[in-house]
């Protein structure tokens, strides 16, 4: 039977477990994809002493399969595009601009709403922890790290309670390393790993941001 965690700061703490070996390392950086991320992401970077931070991606929709990705956008002002995906789908510049516009939008009332007046970190040289509280596609997750890279981190690490065993090859290619705790075959939806899976709203990620930076951790 696959197991579950009761809820998402288990879930943080089970996979801090998973990733002592780069406690107290002075270049880590944890990044929580909002929503559901922060709140083991705040758990992981507590256990292992280092600062945490949000990173906030938003894909790019094809035109009438918003579900497919055909590039994203991300904390920091990055911009990833997926030419060939664009170029076969006939995508117009115009419908493209377009969906840049809207989700421009969404991410800097994000950025706001969860970081307020902080500046976005510097990641140049530093080794990323980026985690979320599960995987479905991964589709997310790959954008992020194709994003990150853009920042030259030493290495980006990708570490999630949950993911199907059929994400890790795409994801392997993408991140340096990627760990998840369990690798179901049979696999649903991420919420059915966890006996209470209620949605993280954006205050409770403001809070944890908030308390994590103030505590010095």
Known sequence: MDRQFSD?????????????????????LVLG?????????KEVA???????????????????????????????????LSRDLIEQLH??????????????????????????????????GKTLLVIDDGLATGSTMEAAVRALRQHEPRAIIVAVPVA???VSSSLLSAADEFI?????QSFMAVGQFYRRFDQTSDEEVREILAAHTHSGE
């Open 33 to 41: 994809l909002p929503r559901g991320g922060v709140p083991v992401a």
């Open 180 to 184: 998840a705790v369990e690798r179901p």
């Open 164 to 166: 199907p065993s059929h």
């Open 91 to 124: 995508v117009s510049a115009s419908r493209l601009a377009t969906e840049i516009e809207k989700q421009l939008k969404e991410l800097d009332r994000r950025e706001r709403q969860y970081r307020g007046d902080r500046p976005f970190p510097d990641l140049e």
């Open 8 to 28: 998402r700061v288990e879930a943080g703490r089970v996979l801090a477990a998973h990733l002592e070996h780069l406690k107290d390392r002075s270049d880590l």
């Open 46 to 80: 507590s256990a292992l002493g280092a600062p945490l931070d949000v990173l906030v991606v938003r894909k790019l929709g094809a035109p009438g399969q918003p579900e497919l990705a055909i590039g994203a956008i991300a904390s920091g002002g990055v911009q990833v």
